[in-house]
């Protein structure tokens, strides 16, 4: 008697959950793994869990996803289980992909049932997760991500360059009017982070902006911008303008990349938004900061200052390295770069 084998319906996935570790500069690390996600479950819905006040970076992502946040008095197992039990636009959960790795953020699929949990062991999450894998020392995080669904899907990525175009973006009244002038001006503009960091950076920014003649400035902030904004008014700008721009709109930003010259940062979560969009940019880091990511899958990659303790100052592109003393002499290749 002959035996037919059955042939059993392909697994249909609908519906997919992330847990994003925390820090939102951490965000970017992870645009890859969002993308080829996006890519191998092409028609499912894609939930994305992040801490209080991390969202914001998703937002720029290429497709549709429903973001979450975690508010910071859910963070124990308890308020864990508690937070879970109450987000009720969060259900039927086919997939779960653990990004953060820990046995509280294995927990959040374990509280949502989702039927597969996938993530890298560590520690007592193994219990937790249905499909596990060893982490490799060292990894990035951006291929952490892109493991995950090699080996959820038994596919390799290759080749994988990911990128966006600045086709979107709402209209800042009070820099478009200044584009109205007989000749535009060219802007930069200065992407800054925190009130507490950018505040021990003074010295190097009253340089910086003396080092420019007749140039305009504007500075945005995703936080603290009013202390920040308090703070570039006592700033000497010598013969430069200066507009500030409040606020965290992400087509508002996105109109302002398109309408500068170039942008100068000092944050890893604008130095990932920018490589994104492709524009064209100067990061400015202490040499004392470690694990600043490599954007192996990024067609654009950054060019970054940094500066020492001994004041010097590095400057490192691709394979290019040089080594600098004064502030002009950085500004001199920030006009050759920007074409200012």
Same mark, same amino acid.
């Given at each position: 008697?002959? $035996?037919?084998?059955?042939?059993?319906?392909?697994?249909? #996935?609908?519906? #997919?959950?992330?847990?994003?570790?925390?820090?939102?500069?951490?965000?970017?690390?992870?645009?890859?793994? &969002?993308?080829?996600?996006?890519?191998?479950?092409?028609?499912?819905?894609?939930?994305?869990?992040?801490?209080?006040?991390?969202?914001?970076? %998703?937002?720029?992502?290429? &497709?549709?996803?429903?973001? %979450?946040?975690?508010?910071?008095?859910?963070?124990?197992?308890?308020?864990?289980?508690? %937070?879970?039990?109450?987000?009720?636009?969060? &259900?039927?959960?086919? /997939?779960? &992909?653990? @990004?953060?790795?820990?046995?509280?953020?294995?927990?959040?699929?374990?509280?949502?049932?989702? #039927?597969? *949990?996938?993530?890298?062991?560590?520690?007592?999450?193994?219990?937790? @997760?249905?499909?596990?894998?060893?982490?490799?020392?060292?990894?990035?995080?951006? *291929?952490?991500?892109?493991?995950?669904?090699?080996?959820?899907?038994?596919?390799?990525?290759?080749?994988?360059? $990911?990128?966006?175009?600045?086709?979107?973006?709402?209209?800042?009244?009070?820099?478009?009017?200044?584009?109205?002038?007989?000749?535009?001006?060219?802007?930069?503009?200065?992407?800054?982070?925190? %009130?507490?960091?950018?505040?021990?950076?003074?010295? *190097?920014?009253?340089?910086?902006?003396?080092?420019?003649?007749?140039?305009?400035? #504007?500075?945005?902030?995703?936080?603290?911008?009013?202390?920040?904004?308090?703070?570039?008014?006592?700033?000497?700008?010598?013969?430069?303008?200066?507009?500030?721009?409040?606020?965290?709109?992400?087509?508002?930003?996105?109109?302002?990349?398109?309408?500068?010259?170039?942008?100068?940062?000092?944050?890893?979560?604008?130095?990932?938004?920018?490589?994104?969009?492709?524009?064209?940019? $100067?990061?400015?880091?202490?040499?004392?900061?470690?694990?600043?990511?490599? !954007?192996?899958? !990024?067609?654009?990659?950054?060019?970054?200052?940094?500066?020492?303790?001994?004041?010097?100052?590095? !400057?490192?592109? /691709?394979?290019?390295?040089?080594? !600098?003393?004064?502030?002009?002499?950085?500004?001199?290749?920030?006009?050759?770069?920007?074409?200012?």
């Amino acid at each position: 008697m002959e $035996i037919k084998k059955s042939i059993l319906p392909e697994k249909v #996935i609908r519906k #997919i959950l992330v847990k994003c570790p925390p820090g939102i500069e951490e965000s970017f690390n992870f645009f890859p793994f &969002f993308i080829s996600l996006s890519e191998e479950f092409s028609s499912a819905e894609i939930n994305i869990l992040c801490e209080q006040n991390e969202s914001l970076a %998703f937002s720029f992502l290429p &497709f549709k996803a429903k973001v %979450f946040e975690r508010p910071k008095d859910k963070m124990t197992l308890t308020q864990t289980h508690h %937070f879970c039990a109450n987000l009720n636009d969060i &259900f039927n959960i086919d /997939l779960f &992909f653990d @990004l953060e790795n820990s046995f509280n953020s294995s927990f959040i699929g374990f509280n949502f049932r989702a #039927i597969e *949990r996938i993530g890298f062991v560590s520690g007592w999450n193994r219990y937790l @997760l249905t499909k596990k894998m060893p982490l490799e020392i060292g990894m990035s995080n951006e *291929r952490k991500g892109l493991k995950l669904i090699e080996f959820y899907s038994g596919k390799a990525i290759l080749d994988l360059k $990911i990128s966006s175009g600045r086709n979107e973006g709402s209209l800042v009244e009070k820099i478009e009017q200044l584009f109205k002038e007989p000749i535009p001006p060219r802007f930069l503009l200065v992407m800054l982070d925190n %009130f507490q960091n950018v505040s021990k950076e003074i010295a *190097r920014w009253t340089k910086f902006f003396d080092c420019f003649h007749d140039q305009k400035f #504007i500075i945005w902030s995703m936080n603290d911008e009013d202390l920040i904004s308090e703070l570039f008014a006592s700033v000497d700008l010598g013969h430069n303008e200066l507009f500030i721009h409040r606020g965290a709109n992400p087509k508002e930003i996105i109109y302002l990349f398109n309408k500068v010259s170039g942008v100068v940062l000092n944050n890893v979560w604008a130095e990932g938004l920018v490589n994104f969009f492709g524009v064209n940019a $100067i990061s400015f880091f202490d040499n004392t900061i470690s694990r600043l990511p490599k !954007y192996e899958f !990024y067609k654009l990659k950054p060019q970054r200052f940094l500066f020492t303790q001994t004041g010097t100052i590095q !400057y490192k592109y /691709l394979e290019e390295q040089k080594e !600098y003393t004064e502030m002009n002499q950085v500004v001199d290749h920030i006009h050759f770069q920007f074409k200012l």
